[in-house]
Structures are given as structure tokens and as C-alpha cells.
């Protein structure tokens, strides 16, 4: 007998599922959930998205934000000042993304732990109140 939180998925049409799993594809490509995250928490500029994802290059960000912006989910925004500036934004489309982005956050403050624990479990608020910022 399937789980009821499964069953809901079993009657979703293939249109569904394919868009599902092109949204799927954008967020989960490397560093993209990160630069998004960075973004919703205020970073504008290049180098303030480098300075929150940190381990990724400026060119592959260069590569990653023209795709979140193919996508719909990213602005670039040209600041005509002198020398020109550009800042980079959350469409409509990627602010409403963030409310499924929401609970994978949720879901990571309570299992993050090193990668070489077998046997996880879930993470209490006392935990996470606890640990060194």
C-alpha cells in the first residue's frame, strides 16, 4: 500500500512532472541553490554573491547567473553610474521559487552533519542554538 505523501504524486500529469523536473534541474545544478539563497539574503553585486558561495569561481558564476537568468529566475540589472555597475535580483518567479526552497532549508538545519556520519539523525533547535556562528 503506498504512503499517503506519496500518492499525491502519483496523479500528477507528465506536463507536471517534466516542469517539475526542469525547475529541479536549475535549482539543483551546482552552486545554483547558493547563489539564489545569496541573492534572497540581500547580496546584489558579483563580488557579494562570491563572498557569500564560497569554493565557486567567478567564471563559473558568470556562467551559473546567465543561466538563472535564461531560466527567469535572476535579473541583471546595468547601473548606468560612473564606471557602470551591475546588480543582480530575484524575478518575481525566483522570489515565489523561495517558498519552495524553504523547507529544503528547514530540512538542512535539522540533517546537516559531516559527511562521514553513518547514522544521522535529525538535528533539535537546542542543537542548532548551540553550535559556534
Not at 535549482?27 to 558561495?53: C, H, P, Q, T, Y
Not at 547601473?79 to 546588480?87: A, F, G, L, Q, W
Not at 523561495?98 to 530540512?107: R, S, V
Request: net charge neutral.
Amino acid at each position: 500500500m503506498p504512503r499517503p505523501d506519496v500518492e499525491q504524486w502519483q496523479t500528477i500529469d507528465d506536463e507536471a512532472c517534466l516542469g517539475a523536473i526542469e525547475v529541479i534541474e536549475a535549482v539543483g545544478k551546482r552552486w545554483n541553490g547558493g547563489i539564489l539563497l545569496a541573492l534572497a539574503r540581500g547580496a546584489e553585486r558579483f563580488s557579494d554573491i562570491m563572498a557569500v558561495v564560497r569554493g565557486l569561481s567567478s567564471r563559473l558564476l558568470a556562467v551559473r547567473l546567465r543561466e538563472l537568468e535564461h531560466a527567469g529566475l535572476v535579473d541583471r540589472v546595468v547601473v548606468h553610474t560612473m564606471p557602470v555597475s551591475v546588480r543582480y535580483q530575484l524575478t518575481a518567479q525566483g522570489r515565489d521559487l523561495l517558498g519552495a526552497l524553504q523547507p529544503i532549508a528547514g530540512y538542512a538545519a535539522r540533517w546537516r552533519v559531516a559527511p562521514t556520519h553513518p547514522d544521522a539523525a535529525p538535528r533539535t533547535d537546542a542543537d542548532v542554538a548551540s553550535e559556534p556562528r
